[in-house]
């Protein structure tokens, strides 16, 4: 059961976020949730999770501040990060990445992208 | 122009004719049927007047004042006949033509105030300088003549008062000019009253010493109590002139006019007195009147300089405040559609989840729900294109070196499906390969999606839709052409407008937005290219795009 890498997902909308966590738990991982940015941002430190999946807009705390907290630690900057957001202008993902994001993926999703972008970057590096 | 009305024009005619018998009187008989003319002329006013629902005191005002004047003729002509002489000064007359003025010009004042004068500095100070202009005049040609005379002092102060009151008459009739609608009928006869009694007075002024009882200059005064009397009984008395309700005043030929009259007053009557020297006019007045009038043109000048740069600071405001408008209007539309697509994510997103785990007919029917999500997100999409659009922040990553032909057999790999649900044949024909161009190649994907979408869309059943690629000169040239219904010639010109639907197209109930060609049009000649339609109503479309090759 451990073995199965721990995927942490966050987002303030409880039925997207239930539904990253089917979709993640239903191709084999382990799923934590959180529902803001700076709860996001605790368990990330505390669970080290192999790649956090978080939403840009959310209260407290916003995503791209979630991934620049992120980085800046060294405990947790080697960590993979996903941003997921229905704001997708080309724009909007130059500062994902900018930020320091491996990857931004635009709402709405299909399954298959949300698994195979998880999976993409927990293969080797 | 408008005529005066049948009362009016009647006592007009009336008043030519008495005047004209005035002159053919006797003296005695003059005195009288000046009289009578005034009075005549005092009641036309007041039957005037009394009809008038509003601006009433005015023309009781003139009605009194003309009254008095009348009477103070009187006055004269009874010395004249019946004393045989001219009446002294001061007399009983003087002091009743004196009193005459005020009540005229309170009128005019309390006309002009009615009816809306404009009130704003320039306005202020275009009446000032024609003020300063009528006044050096006044002064240097009437009123000095009598102040350095060897007159008593009462005489002397009676002297000076006419041409002061005619100076005031003056300042009084150029208001009414700058103010009024010239086209009021009314208004114009009372301009020629006011006019008329002050060319008769200036006259007299000149020559007092020449004239006589029953002159020639007697057709002025005459002539302003009978056109005072018309104008009041012009039903055109009654109606409003039109107000200038700008911060500054129109520059009017008629106030242009009127300014430049005013400034050439002081060389003009240089020359008279250069011509005619027994005025005996004194340079210093003329040169302080003069330098008046420098001073405040060069106030008039700064005003209206300060009033061009307040007006465009406020354009600039306003400017402002429009791309304030915009860049608010940018983010509602942006985050309008990020509060639709998070809800669609919920909806696709369970959809696909249970639609894995249907049977076959609620798939079918997940299927639909799925498509329309699918919709509903392009249209979200196209509408925030739009909005992007229009305020100049559609983004594109032209940097990309795209192959056409590639990109287009991509394209119509895509649309094959969609074609062969509708019986559509999708033929495509690379004559340019390989051809480059610099751009975008995810929104010239778009593009060519949409004009495939919409031929297949508009085909007949067992159509067929043509692609064309080819390479003219530098551009790459992609025609899309159908056998669809076309679109009227009419409408050609209006095709890549927004939200715009061909008749041909609501007609049948084709659905579509009206988005898909102006996103199209936008996103080619960010390209640097452009798109044309050639149509024929009933045969077909066919839409190009040409892009410059790249070096």
Redesign the interface.
């Known amino acids: 059961m451990s073995d199965k890498p721990l995927i942490l997902c966050a987002d303030d909308d409880p039925d997207i976020l239930a539904l990253l966590a089917l979709r993640l738990e239903g191709a084999g991982f382990r799923v934590a949730q959180a529902v803001d940015g700076e709860q996001a941002l605790a368990l990330t430190r505390e669970l080290q999770p192999s790649v956090v999946v978080l939403d840009v807009m959310m209260p407290r705390l916003m995503g791209i501040e979630v991934v620049e907290a992120i980085r800046a630690d060294p405990a947790t900057h080697d960590l993979r990060v996903i941003l997921v957001s229905a704001r997708a202008q080309q724009s909007d993902v130059e500062v994902g990445l900018t930020a320091g994001a491996d990857a931004y993926l635009a709402k709405p999703f299909q399954a298959s992208e949300l698994i195979e972008l998880v999976q993409s970057l927990l293969g080797p590096r | 122009m408008a005529l005066p009305t049948r009362t009016s024009s009647a006592f007009l005619a009336g008043g030519a004719v008495a005047i004209a018998v005035y002159f053919l009187l006797g003296f005695d008989g003059k005195a009288v049927w000046y009289v009578v003319i005034g009075l005549a002329s005092v009641a036309a006013i007041f039957i005037g007047a009394r009809r008038l629902e509003r601006g009433r005191t005015a023309w009781y005002l003139f009605g009194a004042g003309v009254f008095v004047s009348v009477a103070a003729d009187a006055v004269s002509g009874f010395y004249e006949v019946h004393l045989d002489r001219e009446p002294p000064v001061p007399s009983s007359a003087d002091v009743l033509y004196l009193a005459g003025y005020p009540l005229i010009i309170a009128g005019i004042f309390l006309l002009l105030r009615e009816i809306g004068v404009h009130a704003s500095r320039i306005a202020v100070l275009d009446s000032v300088i024609v003020f300063v202009a009528v006044a050096t005049v006044q002064w240097v040609f009437f009123v000095e003549p009598y102040a350095h005379s060897s007159l008593k002092p009462l005489p002397r102060a009676v002297g000076i008062s006419y041409p002061t009151m005619d100076m005031l008459m003056l300042v009084a009739l150029a208001q009414l000019l700058l103010a009024m609608g010239l086209r009021i009928v009314a208004y114009r006869l009372l301009i020629v009253s006011v006019l008329l009694w002050v060319i008769g007075d200036e006259i007299f002024g000149l020559s007092v010493d020449n004239y006589s009882a029953g002159g020639w200059v007697d057709i002025f005064w005459l002539g302003s109590y009978v056109a005072w009397g018309a104008a009041a009984l012009d039903s055109s008395a009654a109606h409003a002139p039109p107000r200038d309700r700008r911060s500054v005043p129109r520059l009017t030929i008629r106030r242009l006019a009127l300014l430049a009259g005013a400034l050439l007053t002081p060389p003009v009557a240089l020359v008279i007195e250069h011509e005619w020297p027994k005025h005996e006019i004194h340079p210093i007045s003329l040169a302080i009147g003069g330098t008046l009038l420098a001073l405040l043109v060069v106030v008039r000048f700064a005003g209206l300089v300060r009033a061009v740069e307040g007006a465009r600071a406020a354009e600039r405001e306003a400017n402002e405040r429009l791309r304030q408008l915009d860049r608010l209007k940018d983010e509602f539309v942006?985050t309008i559609?990020?509060?639709?697509?998070?809800p669609?994510?919920?909806?696709?997103?369970?959809v696909?989840?249970v639609r894995e785990r249907a049977d076959p007919e609620s798939r079918g029917y997940l299927d639909i729900v799925e498509r329309n999500?699918a919709r509903l997100?392009v249209l979200v999409n196209d509408l925030?294109f739009v909005a992007?659009i229009q305020s100049g922040q559609l983004?594109l990553?032209l940097g990309g070196t795209v192959e056409v032909g590639a990109l287009v057999a991509e394209s119509v790999a895509t649309a094959r499906p969609h074609a062969a649900s509708g019986n559509v044949a999708l033929r495509f024909s690379d004559g340019a390969r390989p051809v480059r161009v610099r751009g975008d190649r995810r929104r010239l994907a778009q593009v060519i999606d949409n004009l495939i979408s919409n031929a297949i869309k508009f085909s007949p059943e067992g159509g067929a839709v043509d692609l064309n690629l080819e390479r003219r000169n530098g551009i790459v040239v992609l025609e899309v052409a159908d056998q669809g219904i076309g679109i009227a010639e009419s409408e050609h010109e209006q095709l890549f407008e927004r939200f715009f639907r061909a008749r041909s197209a609501l007609d049948r109930h084709i659905p579509g937005t009206g988005l898909g060609l102006y996103i199209s049009k936008a996103i080619v000649e960010a390209h640097g290219g452009r798109i044309e339609a050639r149509s024929v109503e009933g045969e077909g479309s066919a839409f190009v795009i040409e892009l410059p090759v790249e070096q």
Request: no cysteine; hydrophobic share 30%; net charge negative.
């Open positions: 942006s559609s990020h509060e639709l697509r998070t669609l994510t919920s909806i696709t997103g369970y696909e989840l999500a997100l925030l992007r983004e990553d």
